[in-house]
């Protein structure tokens, strides 16, 4: 009994960390560790919806009553939905032992934009609508910009595809053109949309 009391003792292991929850902005990178101490081959797996942005290194190390650091790189992509991410980490050597991270991943990719609601026209006429575009996020984005609605056929815009730095803005102009003998509510959204994140927004014209 005493003999097998001092296997158990050596095969034994401890598992620890300093910090299992932080913040991260799409594209960056973020750092977990994680402290193996004990003896015995150690075999590492990594499961949770994290696991497509993450990589763990070392996933295998041998250990003689001595310690060894796991690294945790979770680097989200430019087009990671903001939220909440968990990764796994699973060590293994005779038992198994977890730690349990979170990734909070930040909307730290925003556009905004305000401008003319509402104008009355006349059929064979036209009118200039004008709109503020800012980026409010963290990173310079190129942004695609359309126009739906059932007016949408009879606006023009200034531009269509642009760039700005973080926290820059620029006017954007839509002219409208009424056709001749045209009558009744016609309406346009102007739909602003990030071609490297997922940032979006819109405004309602008429």
Known sequence: LIFLISINLVLAFDLTTTEKEKSVCPSNTVLFTATVFGTGNFNINYEGSATSFATVVPQGF??????RVIYIYVTPKLNTAPGRYELN???????????NFVVNVENCNQVTIT???SKELCACNSETYEYNILN???YEETYKVEVTGNGAQYVKLSEE????KSK???????????????????????NIKSLTSNAAASFNSK
């Open 62 to 67: 041998s250990l003689n009553n001595e310690q």
């Open 161 to 164: 595809q642009f760039r700005l």
């Open 136 to 138: 409010a996020g963290n």
């Open 115 to 117: 401008g003319t609601q």
């Open 89 to 99: 980490l699973a060590v293994t050597s005779g038992e198994k032992k977890t730690l």
């Open 168 to 190: 820059e803005s620029k006017k954007l102009l839509a002219y409208y053109n009424a056709p001749c003998g045209s009558a009744g509510d016609y309406e346009f959204n102007v």
